[in-house]
């Protein structure tokens, strides 16, 4: 992870502003969804992805019933039908 070198201060209500011109590098928009991550001492934001509740794939996935699962995962279901 290579530091990008902006520091910001966390306001009364936790919030910070990232710069636009990181905005502007990772294609964020106001209302994107954002991914909060924990490693260790680190946290990491990243643009959120949907995930497989099966096998945690992020390609391909589809949301069916308030939950999100992939094209392999649904192909393997199919193929438990007797």
């Keep these: 992870m290579k530091p990008a ?5 966390v306001d009364q209500l936790g919030r910070i502003v990232l710069p636009k011109s990181l905005r502007k590098r990772y294609q964020m ?11 260790g001492d680190h ?6 992805h949907p ?3 099966f ?5 391909d996935v589809r949301e069916f019933k308030e939950r ?5 995962c649904i192909t393997e279901m199919s193929g438990l039908r007797r």
């Excluded at 928009?29 to 490693?39: F, S, T």
């Excluded at 999100?68 to 392999?72: D, F, I, K």
């Design 68 to 72: 999100y699962l992939c094209s392999a």
């Design 55 to 59: 096998c945690g794939s992020i390609d």
């Design 5 to 9: 070198g902006v520091v910001r201060k």
């Design 43 to 48: 946290i990491i934001l990243e643009r959120y």
């Design 29 to 39: 928009n106001e209302g994107d969804p954002v991914e909060i991550l924990v490693q």
């Design 51 to 53: 995930r497989c509740v």
